[in-house]
């Protein structure tokens, strides 16, 4: 995939850099060693608020400097956002280690304040151990590394147990009947309707949530978002009618099937709230659901999932998660600290670092009243000993009916779906751009979809893909 930089980022990144340096003074390097000849990490989203994550977070960080005397660990409580990372970056602020997403890591990569992976990673063995639709996300053109994988994750279905059993879509052993395309998946929302009174499915609109979500089902339709020409140019290409078809599909579900919810501006945490207090049957959700709805009291008894149903032209699904970059100023001894602290959590390998963690988060799960019993997609090549463990761990832990999420288990396990990364160019761009078209059919009866991406499309050929740097 060949990279890019905006015009817009060079301008902040540029900026940015000249007011840090100003107030800090650039090109000074601090030493990576203490007092002790210790190796100095910085390691950032140290839990902010004190609780069970930040409990987990210290007995991690005691255990790792028991077991690696020669590091010293520095908690950094810096979040990645886009806002604050390019400042942070220029300034030389930037933790030594930090997560971020599929969607920025190629922005980072190009604009030069992620470390070069390869090396440290050879080093330590990783070679072929990272699935390979993953490591082509992390890689630059060379097939240099910049990111460690920690979790992924391709989107299903969430549905509440109780609603699929009042509308007669639930086998008597807990197996829910299985939507095979979205046509389907309407039908479903419109016999809990009838059978509840309460919306068959929610969809969001707002804050990027509701174009995420749409570019994977616009893609089961045949929808192509962007193509790169001969030049290196990249063009929108979703003035189309698969694209068109993809949106009358969620104006339907609102105005021909009436399963949505009244609401129409949908953020990711109305979302959840719909979804969690009943008031939504179905959602696109990944595996990690059960802890965004937990704290509305949600029991695990309640929470279901199920695969990801076909489109008219694809079975496909989208792929994310989270990696550890980190920062360009780093030595070869912080990289390395760097991967070992990481592996205390994620490692191909079940290690008893590996092994201790993953009972942790188990722990806190069912101490949560969190449902534990979904099976993500991992990062990891071939059999990897921890996967066989951690879901040997889910296995045993599992507070609810097994059968419950079995269909979405078997999905994830089987490979018999396509699976595609998020957009390559200014993804979180054309989410809201397209949150826009979601939010108009959801409000007016009459929205014509055509028209609604043609101008979609201009408005982010024109404001962003035309004013990238190549």
């Not at 809990?192 to 969809?203: C, D, H, L, M, N």
């Not at 040997?392 to 079995?406: A, F, M, Q, S, Y």
């Not at 999905?411 to 751009?433: H, M, R």
Request: net charge negative.
């Amino acid at each position: 995939m060949k990279k890019y930089i905006s015009i817009k980022t060079v301008s902040v990144i540029t900026a940015a850099a000249l007011a840090v340096c100003a107030l800090t003074g650039c090109g000074r390097e601090a030493s990576d060693k203490d007092e002790q000849g210790r190796t100095i990490i910085s390691i950032g989203n140290y839990p902010t608020n004190e609780g069970k994550s930040k409990e987990t977070w210290d007995a991690k960080w005691q255990k790792f400097e028991t077991d690696n005397p020669d590091v010293k660990i520095e908690p950094n409580q810096w979040t990645f956002d886009l806002k604050t990372f390019y400042a942070k970056a220029a300034g030389g602020q930037l933790p030594n280690l930090f997560m971020t997403h599929f969607t920025e890591i190629d922005q980072c990569i190009e604009a030069g304040y992620v470390a070069n992976l390869t090396e440290v990673l050879e080093k330590r063995g990783y070679e072929g151990k990272f699935n390979k639709r993953v490591l082509d996300i992390i890689s630059d053109d060379n097939g240099d590394i910049y990111a460690f994988p920690i979790s992924t994750y391709i989107l299903g279905i969430g549905y509440n147990t109780d609603m699929f059993e009042a509308a007669g879509l639930m086998e008597e052993d807990g197996t829910p009947k299985q939507p095979q395309t979205w046509d389907e998946l309407a039908e479903f929302a419109v016999k809990i309707k009838e059978a509840t009174g309460k919306p068959g499915f929610v969809f969001p609109s707002a804050q990027n949530n509701g174009g995420w979500l749409f570019t994977c089902l616009a893609w089961s339709f045949g929808t192509e978002f962007m193509k790169q020409d001969a030049d290196g140019k990249w063009k929108a290409t979703f003035n189309t009618p698969e694209a068109t078809a993809a949106l009358q599909y969620i104006k339907d579900l609102k105005w021909k099937y009436d399963v949505l919810p009244s609401v129409s501006l949908i953020d990711n945490t109305e979302y959840y709230k719909l979804y969690a207090t009943g008031n939504a049957g179905m959602l696109i959700a990944a595996g990690s659901m059960p802890s965004s709805v937990v704290q509305y009291g949600m029991q695990p008894e309640q929470v279901g999932m199920f695969a990801i149903p076909a489109g008219p032209k694809r079975h496909v699904t989208l792929l994310g998660g989270t990696l550890y970059s980190a920062s360009n100023n780093s030595t070869s001894d912080q990289l390395d600290a760097g991967i070992r602290w990481i592996e205390a959590s994620y490692n191909y390998n079940a290690t008893e670092d590996f092994k201790l963690n993953k009972q942790r988060e188990i722990e806190v799960a069912l101490e949560a009243n969190q449902l534990v019993g979904i099976k993500s997609m991992k990062p990891w090549s071939g059999n990897a000993e921890s996967v066989k463990y951690e879901y040997e761990l889910i296995d045993k832990n599992t507070n609810g009916n097994p059968n419950h999420v079995r269909l979405y288990n078997e999905f994830v396990e089987s490979g018999d779906v396509e699976i595609q990364p998020e957009e390559p160019i200014c993804a979180q761009e054309l989410y809201g751009i397209l949150d826009g078209c979601i939010q108009e059919v959801l409000t007016n009866k009459d929205a014509d979809c055509a028209k609604l991406l043609e101008k979609a499309n201009s408005d982010f050929q024109m404001n962003y893909l035309d004013n990238l740097s190549y």
